[in-house]
């Protein structure tokens, strides 16, 4: 009797185990539009997200959507508050020492953006001298800002609102940006009213990496050949190039 309990057991333990398999959970930033952003009616959207639920389709899999503050996002993967995350992250070595990415699932520049009429030219130290910059925390723009303008007033900003919100209040004379979400923003509304994009764009690969992934655990080596098994089939299949079209007019999937 004992021994059929056990059988019993192990069995609903088992079927529990498999059905918790067939579910993960996507972790995004949801405040970065249009890659990610949570919409009036409280649902979680983008292309990082229509990306992730597409991979999930592709691996047969259920998924929800979960959002976490971009600080505190690896360590909520870590701390396993879902099971990958696809928040627009650059690939970069640093990042690599705490996660294990994907293959790029995009690849995009970073710009500068000013205040229209600035008239500014000189994209050096010295170039910018007084004037106030400004980026996301926690960002390889932030990175970028803070290795490049040693000698100027830098502002830090827990989400990319804030600083576009800083720039139409002119707080800010010029910001660093992903030149994809911030042409979304220069298009329409109070970002076309105040600002423009301004020199070349930013490619360096010390700061953009190598595109943006999808982080995983570093353990979980079997999900991370999963995922990059499906980012290749639907390349293949055509559902990357349909929500690519949803939301950007050239393809980033190899963009420079």
Request: charged share 25%; with cysteine.
């Amino acid at each position: 009797m004992k021994k059929t309990i056990l059988a019993l057991a192990f069995t609903a333990l088992t079927a529990l185990s498999a059905q918790a398999a067939d579910k993960l959970v996507i972790g995004t930033e949801g405040a970065y539009p249009p890659f990610n952003f949570v919409s009036a009616d409280g649902k979680v959207g983008g292309f990082d997200v229509e990306i992730g639920m597409a991979l999930c389709a592709e691996m047969k899999v259920e998924c929800e959507v979960v959002t976490q503050d971009w600080d505190g996002i690896i360590p909520a993967l870590q701390a396993k508050k879902f099971d990958f995350m696809i928040a627009s992250m650059f690939i970069t070595p640093e990042r690599a020492e705490k996660v294990a990415f994907t293959k790029s699932y995009y690849k995009a520049p970073m710009t500068h953006i000013a205040q229209k009429g600035a008239n500014i030219t000189d994209f050096s130290n010295e170039g910018l001298k007084g004037k106030v910059i400004g980026a996301q925390s926690g960002t390889t723009q932030a990175e970028y800002a803070t290795a490049t303008y040693p000698d100027l007033d830098i502002k830090l900003y827990p989400t990319q609102d804030e600083v576009n919100m800083d720039m139409i209040n002119g707080r800010l004379d010029v910001q660093i940006g992903d030149m994809l979400p911030m042409m979304d923003w220069l298009s329409k509304g109070d970002g076309a009213k105040c600002c423009e994009l301004v020199g070349a764009p930013i490619a360096d690969p010390k700061f953009i990496g190598q595109g943006a992934g999808i982080a995983v655990r570093k353990e979980d080596t079997d999900l991370l050949a999963k995922l990059n098994a499906a980012i290749d089939a639907i390349r293949a299949n055509g559902k990357y190039a349909e929500i690519n079209k949803k939301y950007f007019p050239i393809d980033i999937f190899e963009m420079k």
